[in-house]
C-alpha cells in the first residue's frame, strides 16, 4: 500500500524559507512513471494545487506561486521536496503531498495522499 | 488561473440525494474531461473519489456519480449517510499543465 509522509519545520519565520520533504513508501518514484504533486490548504479553506514534479526533474508549477517555488526529487531516497521562499502570513497552511498524473497509464488524478503537514508562519 | 466555484455548503436528510456544483470555465472544466472530486474529513487527508468526470476508484461507493455539463461539473451524493458528511473539493485540468482546486462545500447530513 503507498504511503506518503511529509516532515520539515512547523513554524517558519516571515520572509524566511518553507522547506518540507515528502518520502515515498512501497512505491518508487524513478520506477512508477507517475508525476509527484504538492497542495495546501490555508485555514477554512479549498485546496490549491502547488506544482508537481516528475522523476527527471521535469516540474509543473501553479503561475500564481511559480516566482516563489522549487520542487526537486531525489530518487536515490525515494524522495522529494517543497521549497517556498519568501513567505508570508498567508502561506500558513497544512500542506500535502501525493502522486499525481501517469500520462502512460491515462492516469489524472491525485489518488494517494500524505496526512499533512501544519507549516505556521509567524514571527 | 481562478478558483473553481463551488458553493460552500450544502445539506440533507438521511436517504436523501444532494448534488454539489462545481463552476469552471472554458479554460478548465469546460475544456476537460479531467475533473476529480475528493472528500475530506475533519483533520484528515482528502480521498479520491471521482476521476475522469463520471469514474470511481474501486473501493468508492457507487452512491457517488459524477457528470458534467458545459463549464459545470456536478458530484451527487445518493442515499446520504451519516458517513458522508465531510468537505469536497473539484478539480479540473486548466491547460498548460496545470491544475486548479474549487473552494470546497461542506455536506451536512441533517
Known amino acids: 500500500q503507498l504511503q506518503l509522509q511529509e516532515t520539515g519545520p512547523g513554524l517558519v519565520k516571515p520572509l524566511e524559507s518553507l522547506s518540507l520533504t515528502c518520502t515515498v513508501s512501497?512505491?518508487?518514484?524513478?520506477?512508477?512513471?507517475?508525476?509527484w504533486g504538492w497542495i495546501r490548504q490555508s485555514p477554512g479553506t479549498g485546496l490549491e494545487w502547488i506544482g508537481s514534479i516528475y522523476a527527471s526533474g521535469r516540474t509543473y508549477y501553479n503561475p500564481s506561486l511559480k516566482s516563489r517555488v522549487v520542487i526537486s526529487v531525489d530518487t536515490f531516497k525515494n524522495q522529494f521536496s517543497l521549497k517556498v521562499n519568501s513567505v508570508a502570513v498567508t502561506d500558513t497552511a497544512v500542506y500535502y503531498c501525493?502522486?499525481?498524473?501517469?500520462?502512460?497509464?491515462?492516469?489524472?488524478?491525485?489518488?494517494?495522499w500524505g496526512r499533512g503537514a501544519l507549516v505556521t508562519v509567524a514571527s | 488561473q481562478s478558483a473553481l466555484t463551488q458553493p460552500a455548503s450544502v445539506s440533507g436528510s438521511p436517504g436523501q440525494s444532494v448534488t454539489i456544483a462545481c463552476n469552471g470555465s472554458?479554460?478548465?472544466?469546460?475544456?476537460?474531461?479531467?475533473v476529480s472530486w475528493y472528500q475530506q474529513h475533519p483533520g484528515k487527508a482528502p480521498k479520491l473519489i471521482i476521476y475522469?468526470?463520471?469514474k470511481r476508484p474501486s473501493g468508492v461507493s457507487n452512491r457517488f456519480s459524477g457528470s458534467k455539463s458545459g463549464d459545470t461539473a456536478s458530484l451527487t451524493v445518493s442515499g446520504l449517510q451519516a458517513e458522508d458528511e465531510a468537505d469536497y473539493h473539484c478539480?479540473?485540468?486548466?491547460?498548460?499543465?496545470?491544475?486548479?482546486f474549487g473552494g470546497g462545500t461542506k455536506l451536512t447530513v441533517l
Open positions: 478539480c479540473s485540468y486548466a491547460g498548460r499543465t496545470t491544475w486548479v
Open positions: 472554458s479554460h478548465d472544466v469546460g475544456s476537460s474531461d479531467l
Open positions: 475522469d468526470v463520471t
Open positions: 501525493a502522486r499525481h498524473w501517469s500520462p502512460s497509464k491515462l492516469w489524472w488524478a491525485f489518488d494517494s
Open positions: 512501497y512505491d518508487s518514484i524513478s520506477g512508477s512513471d507517475y508525476y
